[in-house]
Each structure stands twice: as structure tokens, then as C-alpha cells.
């Protein structure tokens, strides 16, 4: 059954006669899923909804998975919260994506953990509650869920269920960025930037970090970046233009930065790493302009560079 999940994502690379003994060990799934195999029934629920030696089926996808997940299979139990989530082979339903994912999640699934806190940190579903946002954040971080981690060092920094506590954000930011999580490192690279929870002002490292997101195609990162080259082409010209205004050095100079913001729905994409299509996030907020506007400006708030990525729920296996 391992194998057959790690091999979800490679069926358009299988050669004709590895599809066709897919094909028989799919009969051999239904076999065993009509017998009442809660694995096999799991499996041959992924099978559908993937569209893996059969026809993609999403409203047998979850037939399969309801019968797994009613044998108490934690798997199933979160893709079927995925699929109630996502509205795939069933109605919308928040409600019962969340009755799934906390079954899951009393088991110890990690993902099902991730997404039961996001749940309840937007209030989707259930009454929103970010303490016990965090908690879920909290059992799947320890747990080694880089997207639980980046969930919690926004938590951290937003001060949602928990005190502000910028270190504590930044050693999660860090955790995440370790595994290679895209909004993670761009939100280390803002607190390198900026100097930010007890990290010192790093501009060369929050560069590299900010290139290492937009390598994986993280908007707000290409963004950041294609400013600082602009901010070093404008000190470039202001200086050679400017002689008479003496010995400038490039961090006396303001070109305006964007304040931060805390739970910005950036249009970066957050896809599943497992391939599923991603979790349904809030209604983005329109504005007179059609830009996403910053959260008032304590007095004497310092400028701080770069926009902070918010919390995300991904589909995971």
C-alpha cells in the first residue's frame, strides 16, 4: 500500500505495460475493497480521485473513502475531510470536513492536525477559535509538519492565540525554511530584512531566502526581489546624479517600504505537495483600489520591508 502512494504522482510516466498491471492490481483493490479491506478501500479512493488505472471519479473517490474511513482508517478520514472541504464527489460542507479532520487528528495525523487548526483559525466550519488554532498547529509542528510550523510562526508573530513573540516566530519560520517551505523562508527573509525577532539586520541573507521562495514560484518573493533590484538601480543613479549631496550610504536613503501585513492571501498558489488541489481559503477582501491594503500603522511603528505571507492549509497525504 506504501508503494502504491509513493507512486500517486508518476502514473503519466508508467510505459503501456506498467498501466496495464496497474490495471490488475486495481481489480485486485476492488476485490479486496469489497470485502471490506479498509486499506484497499482507502487506496482505491485515491485511485479514483487521482484518476490512477481508472477513470478519475471523485464521487466514487469518496464512496471508497467513507467506507475506509468508517473502519476508523485516519487516512481516509482526512481525505474525506479534504473532499468535503473541496466540495470534490460531495457538497461543500465545512461542517463535515471538520468532523473528519478531528477524527483524524485524535489519531495523530499530522495533516489532518494542519487543517483542523486552519479550520478553526478562520472560523470555516466551527466557532473560530485561534487558542485552539494553535494547539492543532502545535501537536502537528512537533510532529515535523513543515506547513503546521509556518502556520504557528505566523500565530507567533500576529500574537493570535498566543502572546507576540517574534523570537519564538522565528525559530518556527526557520524550522519550515529547513524543510524547504516556499512561504516560510520568505517570511525569515522579511525578519532578516528587517532585523526582526532577535535576528540581526541581514540583507545578503534575506536575499538568498527570498530567491530560494521564488524558485519555487512564491509571488510575494519575485516581487521583494524585483524591488530590491529596483531600490539598487534608483541608489545607483540617485548617487552618480547627486554628487553635491555628499557621501550617501544606501541605508540612509527611503524609497517608502511596504508595511507588513499580517494575513495577506497572496496570489502565490499554495499547491499540495501531494498533488491535490488546494484547500479553499477565505474570501479575499475587496477594496476601492483592488489592492490589499496594510493594517493600521501603530504610532511611531518602525517601516519594516516586505509583506508577510499568511497561514495555509495544504492537502497532504
Known sequence: ?????????????????????????VDQFHSAAAQGCAKSQDV????????????????????????????????AQHKLGL??????????CYQKAAKWYRKAADQGNTSALLNLGFLYEHGLGVTQDYVEAVRCYEKSAARGNANAQS????????????????SVAADWFQKAADQGHA????????????????????????????????GQGLQPAIKRLADLRAEQKALGL???????LGELEAGQLDFGHQEPMEDDWNTGGFVSKAGDSRS??????????????????????????????????????
Not at 509513493?6 to 502514473?11: D, E, L, Q, V
Not at 473532499?83 to 461543500?92: D, L, S
Not at 477594496?287 to 497561514?311: Q, V
Open 183 to 214: 512561504d516560510a523562508q520568505y517570511n525569515l527573509a522579511v525578519f532578516h530584512e528587517n532585523g526582526i525577532g532577535g535576528l540581526e539586520m541581514n540583507r545578503a541573507r534575506a536575499i538568498e531566502l527570498y530567491q530560494l521562495a521564488a
Open 83 to 92: 473532499a468535503h472541504a473541496n466540495g470534490r464527489g460531495v457538497t461543500k
Open 280 to 317: 479553499v481559503s477565505p474570501p479575499r477582501k475587496k477594496s476601492s483600489n483592488n489592492k490589499k491594503k496594510s493594517p493600521p500603522r501603530k504610532k511611531n511603528a518602525k517601516k519594516r520591508n516586505g509583506t508577510y505571507a499568511s497561514s495555509v492549509s495544504i492537502s497532504e497525504i
Open 238 to 244: 540617485f548617487k552618480r546624479s547627486s554628487a553635491s
Open 44 to 75: 482505491l479512493g485515491e485511485f479514483y480521485s487521482n484518476g490512477h488505472g481508472v477513470k478519475q471519479d471523485h464521487s466514487e473517490a469518496t464512496k471508497w473513502l467513507e467506507k475506509a474511513a468508517h473502519q476508523g482508517l485516519a487516512h
Open 1 to 25: 500500500f506504501n508503494q502504491m502512494r509513493r507512486g500517486r504522482g508518476s502514473w503519466a510516466k508508467l510505459t503501456g505495460t506498467q498501466k496495464r498491471e496497474m490495471g490488475i492490481l
Open 151 to 166: 502556520n504557528l510562526g505566523v500565530m507567533y508573530h500576529s500574537g493570535r492565540g498566543v502572546l507576540v513573540l517574534e
